[in-house]
């Protein structure tokens, strides 16, 4: 980001990230980390901690060793609010179970609701596995990033 800052080219104002599993967690964490990120799109990662990372053998990079301790994924959400966020995911994702993603918007909205942003959140559950479903993402970005 710090790069793109520096091109001409991009315009830093529209900056908007988007990942799937790990590239997922990417766009998460660094959407928390990175107001310069203003809309992001989290596909096949928004499930608790103890529903997925926790549940099954993950490759160690979904996750920062200790962070439970601080808080679950949809309690970190409110360091994105109030900017947009699209959640995607797959009716039969086995990594990412679909009702634990469901658990992990509705508790994210309730944080986003301390801002008065409760409506920022939107998903996209789509029949399918662990994979970008796609069907708003990229309007999504546009329309919150114009």
Not at 69 to 85: H, K, N, S, V
Request: charged share 20%.
């Amino acid at each position: 980001m710090d790069y793109l800052q520096t091109r001409p080219d991009a315009d830093i104002n529209r900056l908007g990230a988007m990942g799937i599993s790990g590239g997922g967690m990417h766009t998460f964490f660094s959407t928390c980390l990175d107001t310069r990120i203003r809309a992001c799109v989290v596909s096949g990662y928004f499930s608790p901690f103890k529903n997925s990372i926790f549940a099954m053998h993950h490759c160690t990079c979904n996750y920062v060793p200790g962070l439970y301790l601080f808080g679950e994924i949809y309690d970190m959400a409110g360091l994105i609010a109030p900017r947009p966020m699209l959640i995607e995911a797959g009716s039969r994702d086995p990594i990412f179970p679909i009702d634990a993603v469901k658990e992990s918007v509705a508790r994210a909205r309730a944080v986003y609701n301390v801002f008065g942003a409760q409506d920022a959140i939107e998903t996209d559950y789509f029949e399918g596995r662990h994979q970008i479903g796609g069907a708003r993402a990229y309007d999504f970005l546009w329309e919150k990033l114009a």
